[in-house]
């Protein structure tokens, strides 16, 4: 009896079939407005300009703190008539998708794609309660990162095939590298991820000849074409409305220059977590008649009310860019650009200038944004990577609970929020969630509890199989009867586990540094980890069938 075989319109019809009822799922995740202007709220307001045509609005200190990608996201949605939190589900089921796409030349099993389809679409982290329920950059980033990945591999595998095909996926490439790239400010980690792929690629094609050579390295090269272009086309449109060349402000030489110069500036009484404490400030304002014009404004009621709300002694590394930044408009420098970046660097400069000159004691100038690495730093390094890579692995943190969930904010707040989003938003008053019918209660309820088993699933599964997946690897890397199989399902494991070991890295410097709180950036890692697990069971699958090819024959 011949063996029926599911064909590559069944298999995505059926994956549309999965995110159908991944949909319903999560249909008691309503979105959470809240008044927080340099998060949720700044992202809307973002949004409703660009819908408007207005670009990113007037230029104040928060227009251009972070990356635009997630407003155009929020403003696509809206064009599209689409609710927030759907399309954000659907870019992820997206994502999981093109990852098996790109498996469809060498993957002939197409049951066994279904199966990857399903592991990545229900990643417990994709819906974790509230954090993907809120108006947050995290609502995407994760499948910005998963995409870029799958897109790659999709890449790597289609040059080995056909330079033709691979074109189309350098596209794809570019496109999904210049979105993740333009949504958070530490998306470099995944550089080293992609250098490896591409010098395994070439290195893979050393003995073709010279011409291929060259049309795959130019292949290859199309979505860093892409990815600049984008960015050039991102700092015009910052240029034409606000006088700035630049994606967002805190890449400017200016703010560089002038931020950087106080956290050079060095200090008995420094402490972990404060990267400017009051007495290099008071430093700053003796020897920076610029930076002694906002003085008035950091210390005192608008400064205070940034260490009230941190429940601290001084403003946190968390709080201290955005306090700074409320000085300098206070102080009206925020009314343009240019008056805005002459302000920078005309602080940098006084700052600079006392150091050479001794009268301030300094560090070497790094215009780096990171705090301060204080040699009493060192210890905590191993401990504290390991601490967040082991956080990253066990899957910790996640939540499909809506209890306790409110909205909170003004009535035009909240009309914002759902115009904006077309998002069904959680209700700010309790009792009419008490006025909900029974049957309508059960059913969220049941739904929520699924979610619940799932996670609790793969916190018990994924674990054991990355573990498991790194021996493989090893394995595969040591023995020579191993070795002679390695595969591209090991180069991108490598890739991947190299991406993990980049993020976790920089989220040891920020929790020694900054602050202790990184479970938003830690989203982005959760999707790494699974491709990880299936790179290296299909590679150990690959290695299996070969095995029984070649006794067979």
Known sequence: ?????????????????????????????????????????LFVTLAENIIQGKWLGDYNQLTLIKGPFYPLFIAGAYLADIPLLAAQQLLYAFASFVFIWALFPVIRHRRLLLAIFLFLLLNPFSYNYPAVGRVFRLGIYQSLGLLVFSSVLGLYIRSRLSLQAAVGWGLLTGVALAAFWHTREESIWVVPSLLLLFVAALYADRRVNRGRQVRLVAVYLLPLVIWAGATFGLRMLNQTHYGIFATIELETPEFESAYGGLLRIKSDKWRQYYPVVKDVREQAYRVSPTFREIEPYLEGEQGQRWVALAQTYDIPAGFFIWAFRDAVAYAGYYTNGPRTMAFYQKMGREIDAACESGELDCRPRITSLVPT????????????????FKRIILFEDFSADTRGIMSRGSAALMQLYDVVTREKLRTSRKEILKGYPEYHTHLNQEKIRILSDVGTFYQAVVPVLFFVSCLLLLLFLLLPAMRRKISCYLVFSLSCIGGLCSITFILTLVVITS???????????YPLVLLTIVCMMLALYTFFQSAEQGASS
């Open 1 to 41: 009896m011949k063996k029926r075989v599911l064909s590559g319109n069944s298999l995505t019809l059926i994956c549309l079939f999965l995110v159908v009822c991944k949909l319903w799922l999560v249909g008691p995740h309503e979105l959470v407005a809240l008044k927080m202007p340099h998060d949720d709220l």
């Open 373 to 388: 690495w204080h040699r009493e730093f060192n210890k905590l390094f191993v401990p504290t990577f390991c601490s967040v």
């Open 515 to 525: 602050y202790a709180s990184i479970n938003r950036a830690m989203h982005v890692a």
